[in-house]
């Protein structure tokens, strides 16, 4: 059974860090582009952030660049989000993401569908 777990979410600071953590199994997980995506109360979900299956290109929503920093171990099957300076705009529900991908050098396609879902892990920043 296909099973994507986020965890480390929680309540921090503004200005603080959090690291999110995505373990996969029942897949083949180097052949998925991973990506995490976000949603907050009466908004739509959008990506912030992908990495290809070889873990070597990335991209970042304009809103987290230079913040968050998404990596992969494909020898552990996870996937990490390290999420600083954190402001109380990136409070929402974050989850991630898997999509087959052709090519090792391919990130999320974001207008396409995902393979897979996490049921996602809630980030609450406070001011």
């Known amino acids: 059974q296909e099973l994507l777990v986020e965890s480390g979410g929680g309540l921090v600071q503004a200005g603080g860090s959090l690291r999110l953590s995505c373990a996969v199994s029942g897949i083949t997980f180097s052949n998925y582009a991973m990506g995490w995506s976000r949603q907050a109360p009466g908004k739509e979900r959008e990506f912030v952030a992908s990495?290809?299956?070889?873990?070597?290109?990335?991209d970042y929503a304009d809103s987290v660049k230079g913040r968050f920093t998404i990596s992969r171990d494909n020898a552990k099957n996870t996937v990490h989000l390290q999420m600083n300076n954190l402001p109380p705009e990136d409070t929402a529900n974050y989850f991630c993401?898997?999509?087959?991908?052709?090519?090792?050098?391919?990130?999320?396609?974001?207008?396409?569908?995902?393979?897979?879902w996490g049921q996602g892990t809630q980030v609450t920043v406070s001011s």
């Open positions: 993401a898997a999509q087959r991908r052709t090519y090792d050098r391919d990130t999320i396609r974001t207008r396409g569908e995902m393979d897979y």
């Open positions: 990495i290809s299956r070889s873990g070597t290109n990335t």
